[in-house]
């Protein structure tokens, strides 16, 4: 026999949901979609309600110390529209409870019980039928036991979306009689080595469009061809981020998976020797089908010029290095030759010879200064002060003649100067052959 509730530790769901959306607390709202308010038609005798509540669709009672659902007939006058219901991070341990709350909500759709302490609680089938409309269910944190697992999908045969974060799962024990209909799977955060493991969920979850297995320690893809083809006919999304992956064999093996199309593949070993730009143009070159990697859309220019980049990556490579991918792209493109490296950064020194009368000397100057500093550093060289000279720029390869730099203010690099190209500096008293007549003092 159970206790009375009052002498039972911690608070009940209905205390809080008394508490939390009682008129005094959340006063009615008007308006589509801002709450709905239930007026029980025979609320209990010496319940604690008052008349009414102002209750909404979605309850958010995180972090509320709850460890008991409360008076069954409460729950099932005011929550009967509920669609949705998080209880993260309270004190429920006894799925006994959880049931009573989750058989008294009909149109519940989505429970999030995450961080709640569930290890070692016992599941029977009998509480689990009650979980049978529940679609969208969040066990993260609850270090909920994979038997467990195994009891709810079997009973909750409309679940599309499952969350089973940080749970400390190193394995799974795989049942034929799992979840067809299961679309999405959230398994992150835990300690599953073996792609065994991975095996068995394939065959639990045949139907599952997104995989998300982000910081595990899955070291390898074992299958081949065949058998990765049967294992996620529906597959269409796969989170192997941080992950132990260090061969490019096990990328490509991903190519197997017949719907594939999005691809999270960040932090894993394979990848880390690279830069950024190579490690998304080589993994876009292994997996001509995705068209979402890491998030970002793979247009068909980049899957051209990472298919590309691809062979010129591998041109020196022995051929019984070569990966199977290389010799398709070479039949698509041919061989290519590595791509001339070509420097676009501004020239930031040239090599001139300054000649000054009878005096010739090369001199290494800075293209990012003005005519005016490159006199101060000339007075050194010809011995004129900067006052009394005049310089011209001569283009070794040019057609015209000496061109006079007059303006202090003007940057050498426009004048387009090139190593061997010459400096002329005359005394203001003289002219250099051919200069322009028109000088400034």
């Known amino acids: 026999m159970e206790p009375p509730e009052q002498e039972l530790s911690g608070r009940s769901f209905v205390e809080v949901l008394t508490e939390k959306y009682s008129p005094d607390n959340f006063p009615l709202r008007r308006g589509p ?11 209990p005798q010496g319940s604690p309600m008052k008349d009414r509540l102002n209750m909404p669709t979605i309850l958010v009672l995180n972090s509320c110390g709850i460890s008991r659902a409360g008076d069954q007939a409460v729950i099932a006058a005011f929550c009967g529209h509920v669609i949705e219901l998080d209880l993260s991070q309270n004190q429920l341990q006894d799925w006994r409870e959880i049931s009573k709350i989750v058989s008294n909500v009909p149109n519940l759709d989505f429970l999030n019980l995450s961080s709640n302490p569930l290890a070692g609680s016992r599941l029977d089938p009998q509480c689990a039928a009650g979980f049978s409309r529940v679609q969208h269910l969040v066990l993260n944190n609850t270090r909920v036991s994979w038997d467990t697992v195994l009891l709810l999908t079997r009973e909750m045969t409309q679940l599309e979306e499952l969350f089973l974060g940080r749970n400390e799962y190193r394995g799974v024990s795989g049942s034929s009689a799992g979840c067809p209909g299961l679309r999405l799977l959230h398994i992150t955060d835990n300690s599953l080595q073996d792609w065994a493991e991975v095996r068995k969920i394939g065959t639990m979850f045949p139907g599952l469009d997104t995989l998300v297995m982000a910081n595990n320690n899955l070291d390898s893809i074992q299958d081949n061809e065949e058998l990765l083809r049967r294992l996620f006919p529906k597959l269409r999304s796969i989170n192997l981020s941080n992950s132990g992956l260090s061969r490019w064999e096990d990328v490509e093996k991903l190519n197997f998976f017949p719907k594939l199309q999005e691809v999270r593949l960040q932090g894993i070993p394979l990848l880390q020797s690279y830069t950024k730009t190579e490690r998304r143009s080589l993994t876009v070159a292994q997996l001509p089908a995705i068209s979402l990697l890491n998030g970002s859309v793979v247009t068909e220019c980049e899957r051209e010029d990472a298919e590309r980049f691809f062979i010129r990556h591998h041109v020196d490579f022995p051929e019984e290095e070569l990966p199977y991918r290389y010799h398709s792209l070479v ?11 070509v420097d676009l950064r501004p020239r930031y020194r040239a090599l001139v010879e300054v000649h000054c009368e009878d005096k010739v000397e090369q001199l290494s100057i800075r293209l990012d200064q003005t005519v005016a500093a490159l006199k101060k550093q000339l007075t050194s060289v010809v ?3 900067t006052g009394s000279m005049r310089i011209y720029y001569v283009d070794s390869c040019g057609a015209f003649g000496p061109e006079e730099m007059k303006y202090n203010a003007r940057a050498l690099h426009s004048y387009s100067i090139q190593d061997g190209d010459e ?13 322009s007549e028109r000088l400034v003092d």
């Open 331 to 341: 039949t698509k493109y041919g061989k290519l030759e590595p791509l001339a490296e």
């Open 423 to 435: 400096i002329l500096v005359v005394p203001k008293t003289k002219r250099p052959a051919g200069a």
């Open 33 to 43: 979609g801002m709450g709905v308010v239930v007026v029980p038609t025979a609320a």
């Open 383 to 385: 011995q004129l002060s």
